[in-house]
């Protein structure tokens, strides 16, 4: 009995003290209500994306999956390492042993080595059997080509982003020239500030990435694939972000 | 074990008997889990979980053996060895996905395990210690995992061991040496990842050892059933072996099918994107949220927004670590003399409410704390601490329970009559003729 008067006293005090936090929180919410941001009222949510993986007899189609490998070779690589992977991985999209050697041989960033005649830094021809050598050295140096803002390694991409290809394909093809007129007039402290770039689909609405896919064309795909429009590039490096990379 | 109609261990073979002689290994395991085991006829499948919990345990165990061999618990490789396993060691992509998810059904099961003995009054007498045992694996379950979910040292298992372990600085004085001790350091690094690696290989064979206890205190009463009745008499039960292995093996097979539909086809659903960032000390995640079967506590915790008398935070860590503790004392919390929720209406009202409260905290525990969410985490947390010390204990004195079955064989609950006799296996006059 004793035991049961005395908890009742323990779980009338805890039920006291939420219910007054509860009255209080409720008075700051009436009283002066949270303000709203312009992340909350123009963000958007990715678009939807039909890929032939998805569903679950979905399979991967790996002339897209190659497709969006070129896109990250000729656009991405010049910024975004992707140093998880391995070019031995490309076997996985249907590149044969010789196609492998001539990606990695020809890779524009030599893989980081050592002389073996003077012991100093040098570097050497990429092999399939390493991984995607990072374009810059190191942090600093990243940041420093970069107005210091330091481009994401997109080994995981579409795994560390809620929606993963979605996000990336919305991103990609979601820059706005101007921010909304109406953004402006409601919140002009949200102006997108100088040297980053409007982008409703990124969680704080600007972001320092140029627009990577600008005009149709910009990559090359080899004949009886669809035409390289902006379109079909962002959704192919996506495909291949999400089917392959991670 | 646990009747006087139990059937001793009669060995066949002559090894058997052999053995049997110079060590009663073989005696042992048939009267745990053999044919030496009476167990209520009449269990329905909420029971099935006890046997999947122990199952999801020993898959634990044994990819986290697998894992640890290749797992590497440097600050600077503790990310890329786990990227290094679901990329390059043979299968160890479906390895570390079965145990990723393979935490999330521990708990799940666990979960539905536990609710089932809040319904059935499994708690009550004479099997107190069964629940409180119970209650033993379930902490050192959260401790494994909240240590688990650190190692792959990515953005949530960083601000997730920095956030938990803060909560021990909430404590007046002794707190923040506490946390410092615990973590080897003043934040998160090399000597914090290294002990709970080493703890968190550690605590599951802890929790396999409060196992034993747990079904070695459950088989001296032997187990309740739905009607919360007595076993009486042999007709009330059926040996283990072959029945319960039978029941209990092909819902395991039909269990472990919905595993591996998130293993293959949704295996980073249960999880948290940031993790798949590396961790970084000086970028702070928009929300850290821990894993979702914290997130009900993490609500509790968060509820506590004023300081009244003691810090609010003092508060929330107190009221989520007593939202366990309370649990020990539910045995004396709830008087009733009936076990079973079927027969007690007011009590069984008031149980549905309980499990709705604690879906609505574990929702309001797994996203951002906006002002409404953290409000209904309120009112929700408040009925959580009411349900368990006023309210219960006032059902358990003021209810008029329905009339209880005379024995288990004759139970007439709503169709329990077919129950307790499985098909094939009507005794003659037995349920069907006294059921009214």
């Known amino acids: 009995m004793l035991l049961r008067i005395f908890m009742a006293v323990v779980g009338a005090v805890f039920s006291l003290v939420l219910l007054i936090s509860f009255f209080s929180n409720v008075s700051t919410f009436l009283t002066s209500p949270p303000e709203a941001t312009a992340e909350e009222e123009f963000h958007h949510h990715p678009k939807e994306l039909a890929l032939a993986s998805n569903g679950l007899f979905g399979k991967f189609d790996n002339k897209q999956l190659q497709r969006g490998f070129q896109v990250y070779k000729e656009v991405c690589a010049a910024c975004h390492g992707l140093s998880l992977v391995s070019f031995r991985d490309l076997h996985a999209i249907g590149y044969n042993e010789a196609e492998v050697k001539a990606i990695a041989n020809q890779w524009a960033t030599e893989v980081p080595s050592v002389n073996p005649e003077t012991g100093e830094a040098a570097t050497r021809k990429a092999l399939p059997a390493d991984r995607f050598p990072s374009p810059y050295a190191n942090e600093v140096a990243a940041r420093a080509a970069n107005n210091n803002a330091l481009p994401p390694d997109l080994s995981l991409m579409t795994k560390a982003r809620h929606d993963g290809a979605a996000y990336v394909?919305?991103?990609?093809?979601?820059?706005?020239?101007?921010?909304?007129?109406?953004?402006?007039?409601?919140?002009?402290?949200?102006?997108?500030?100088?040297?980053?770039?409007?982008?409703?689909?990124?969680?704080?609405?600007?972001?320092?990435?140029?627009?990577?896919?600008?005009?149709?064309?910009?990559?090359?795909?080899?004949?009886?694939?669809?035409?390289?429009?902006?379109?079909q590039m962002a959704k192919d490096v996506a495909a291949h972000a999400g089917g392959w990379s991670s | 074990m646990s009747f006087a109609w139990a059937k001793p261990y009669e060995p066949k073979a002559p090894?058997?008997?052999?053995?049997?002689e110079r060590l009663p290994l073989p005696r042992l395991v048939y009267g745990a889990v053999g044919g030496g085991y009476p167990v209520p006829r009449n269990l329905n499948y909420w029971w099935n979980f006890g046997v999947l919990a122990g199952l999801f345990l020993a898959i634990q165990i044994v990819t986290g053996i697998v894992l640890a061999m290749w797992y590497y618990s440097s600050a600077d490789g503790a990310f890329n060895s786990v990227e290094h396993i679901m990329r390059d060691v043979n299968a160890g992509w479906a390895i570390r996905y079965i145990h990723m998810n393979g935490a999330s059904f521990f708990f799940i099961v666990t979960y539905i395990h536990i609710f089932r003995g809040l319904y059935y009054g499994s708690y009550k007498a004479p099997r107190e210690l069964v629940w409180m045992l119970g209650l033993v694996i379930y902490l050192l379950m959260m401790a494994t995992a909240f240590m688990g979910y650190v190692l792959p040292w990515g953005q949530m298992s960083y601000w997730g061991a920095q956030v938990i372990t803060s909560f021990f600085s909430a404590f007046p004085l002794v707190g923040e040496p506490i946390r410092v001790w615990l973590l080897g350091g003043y934040a998160p690094d090399q000597a914090a990842l290294?002990?709970?690696?080493?703890?968190?290989?550690?605590?599951?064979?802890?929790?396999a050892a409060v196992v034993i206890l747990h079904i070695w205190a459950l088989h001296i009463p032997g187990s309740s059933n739905p009607t919360g009745v007595d076993v009486k008499e042999e007709k009330d039960t059926l040996p283990f072996h072959p029945f319960y292995t039978a029941k209990d093996g092909w819902f395991a097979a039909g269990f472990l099918a919905l595993f591996a539909f998130f293993v293959y086809f949704a295996p980073n659903f249960l999880g948290h994107p940031d993790n798949y960032i590396p961790a970084n000390p000086l970028a702070t995640p928009a929300h850290i949220v821990p894993e979702w079967y914290f997130w009900p506590f993490y609500a509790i915790l968060r509820a506590f927004t004023v300081d009244f008398i003691l810090p609010a935070k003092l508060w929330g860590v107190l009221a989520m670590f007593g939202s366990i503790l309370i649990l020990f004392f539910l045995p004396w919390l709830d008087k009733s003399p009936v076990r079973s929720g079927s027969y007690r209406p007011v009590f069984k009202r008031f149980f549905w409410l309980l499990v709705i409260d604690v879906l609505i905290l574990g929702w309001a525990g797994g996203s951002a704390a906006t002002p409404i969410r953290?409000?209904?985490?309120?009112?929700?947390?408040?009925?959580?601490?009411?349900?368990?010390?006023?309210?219960l204990p006032l059902i358990s004195a003021f209810e008029t329970p329905l009339p209880l079955p005379d024995s288990i064989s004759s139970s007439r609950l709503h169709g329990e009559k077919a129950e307790a006799a499985p098909i094939g296996m009507a005794p003659k006059g037995g349920a069907t003729a006294t059921a009214e």
Request: proline share 12%; net charge neutral; aromatic share 18%.
């Open chain 2, 374 to 391: 953290v409000a209904i985490s309120q009112l929700a947390a408040a009925y959580y601490f009411a349900h368990f010390l006023i309210i």
């Open chain 2, 15 to 20: 090894f058997m008997r052999w053995l049997d």
């Open chain 2, 194 to 207: 290294t002990r709970f690696f080493s703890l968190h290989y550690l605590l599951p064979f802890v929790i």
């Open chain 1, 169 to 231: 394909y919305s991103l990609l093809t979601g820059y706005e020239k101007q921010q909304p007129a109406e953004l402006l007039k409601k919140f002009p402290a949200a102006k997108t500030p100088e040297g980053l770039y409007y982008n409703p689909y990124f969680p704080n609405l600007n972001l320092a990435m140029p627009p990577p896919l600008t005009a149709d064309g910009q990559v090359t795909y080899a004949p009886g694939n669809p035409a390289p429009t902006v379109n």
